[in-house]
């Protein structure tokens, strides 16, 4: 039998202003446990804005954010490692001259009779990897000899290692060739059958209805659509965007029902 999922996030009537500019108002967005939902939109809908009041880089202004069914606020990045909100900007921010184990594990090296524990970490590592289908040749190479691809696969790793609830992705398949892009997708599918929340913030829509299950349009810092992935067509996700066709009128969304959930 078919159970439903578990709310893992609701934000509800979320605003921010930066001086005259009106970035977000009033936006509404759930994710549930198992569920990858893609937030798209033009440049200046306020994708990046939204993200960085999730990831604690700024508060909201107006608005509630509802973690598991409780209220909460996220006044730092530390506020949204501590809850399960786990962030992959676009930019990685991996060390190049570190190899795999270091990147996964900086800032929380494992440590072992006063030094660091290498053989743990790489143990860890490699099952981690291995879960998440990731194929790279060695775990002790550096981040700078890996592909596009490879590199965006040790950015997600490396989020995974506080095991977080939700895992936010920033433009994971720019600049990436096919192969690498499809690399990226099947990762996001890992995650999915890990039971993770999965934001995906991308512009490229063939890549968001490959992947996700539902749509989030915003237009102009305001919602203007939500929609499950297998009822739309991408020409209507474009009209949501271009703000030819109004979506703006907020409907209830119903829980999606998972038929297994492995963590």
Partial sequence: MPEKA??????RGIGKRFGAVQALSNVDLEVYAGEVVAIVGDNGAGKSTLVKILSGVHPQDSGTIEFFDTTTTIDSPTDARDLGIATVFQDLALCDNLDVVSNLFLGRELHRNGGLDEIEMEQRAWTLLRELSAKLPSVRIPV??????QRQTVAIARSLIGDPSIVILDEP????GVAQTAEVLNLIERLRERGLGVILISHNIADVQAVADRIVVLRLGKNNGDFRVADVTSELIIAAITGAADYSVKKTVPAPTLTAVAR
């Fill in 6 to 11: 578990e709310r893992i996030l609701r934000l």
């Fill in 173 to 176: 398949t720019a600049a990436l």
């Fill in 144 to 149: 700078v000899s890996l592909s596009g691809g």
